[in-house]
Every structure is written in structure tokens, then in C-alpha cells.
């Protein structure tokens, strides 16, 4: 009886350290993925891709640089932006003339199959308008809006 034990024990303490193994694996494989590739500046995409990146990184100053309204000062629910952490994946770019709609896809908290499930996430779309080569933002959706100093006042 005591080497059947001791049989089970030592099986049992391999499959623990397999298991230990496999989950430092995936802690690795997930801190090594790379990042997404940066779009081209001179695309709607790419426009929308800093401009998002900027909000996430707190900089209003390079935001307000890729929308059409310069009198901007803030975002509009710097409460929402602050408290997430902004996972955008594009869902697709109609370009029509010397307009563009991209539709993104915010991601709540994202977790393990929220991209299977869909779970947490929602289609959202950006305005832009082209003038002298330049791809500007017109309208962008709620959680990443900035706004003016009167549009705020009462809030």
C-alpha cells in the first residue's frame, strides 16, 4: 500500500507543476505579444488610432490636434475615460469623397472571451472630414469626446 501512495503522490505533484509551468507560459506569451502596428498618420484609421492613443496617455494637447474644433479644451466624461482603460479595435472604414466613417469597437475590461462572446463590447463610430490633405475628426463617440469650456459649463 505505501508504493501505490507514493505513486499517486508523486503523479500528483507533476501535474501540479505542469500546471504551474503552463500558466507562467502564459503569462510570458501574453507580456511578450506585440503591440498593433501604428497606421499610417495620413489615414482616417491612423488619425483615429492617435487620437484614441492620446486620450488613453492623458495628452488633450496632442488629441485636440487630430479634431476639426480647435477650441476643444477637455474631455467631456473625463470620468469614464479615466476609470477605463481604453481596448479600441477597428471594425471597418467607409471613405466616401473627402469624408470617412470608421466604426471601432470598445472593449469594457477586457478579459479572456470577450472576443469569443462579445461580451463587454460595442460598435461605436467617428466623423472625420479631409481638408488640405489632412484627415480631421468631427464627431467622436462619447468616451473619448473632447469638449469646449462653454459646452462643460454646469457640469
Excluded: H
Aim: proline share 5%; hydrophobic share 45%; charged share 15%.
Amino acid at each position: 500500500m505505501t508504493s501505490n501512495f507514493s505513486l499517486v503522490r508523486w503523479v500528483l505533484a507533476g501535474l501540479g507543476a505542469l500546471c504551474v509551468a503552463l500558466v507562467i507560459a502564459a503569462l510570458i506569451s501574453v507580456a511578450m505579444r506585440p503591440t498593433a502596428p501604428l497606421l499610417p498618420p495620413n489615414t482616417a484609421q491612423g488619425v483615429i488610432q492617435r487620437y484614441v492613443m492620446a486620450i488613453a496617455d492623458g495628452d488633450i494637447a496632442e488629441a485636440k490636434g487630430y479634431v476639426a474644433n480647435t477650441a476643444v479644451t477637455q474631455l467631456c466624461d473625463a470620468y469614464t475615460a479615466e476609470s477605463q482603460d481604453l481596448n479600441v479595435d477597428l471594425l471597418g472604414t467607409v471613405i466616401t469623397g473627402n469624408q470617412a466613417v470608421v466604426t471601432v469597437n470598445f472593449v469594457d475590461n477586457p478579459g479572456a472571451f470577450d472576443s469569443i462572446f462579445g461580451i463587454g463590447s460595442y460598435p461605436e463610430t467617428f466623423e472625420l472630414r479631409k481638408s488640405a490633405d489632412e484627415w480631421k475628426i468631427q464627431t467622436a463617440p462619447w468616451q473619448v469626446n473632447l469638449c469646449t469650456d462653454k459646452e462643460m459649463i454646469g457640469y
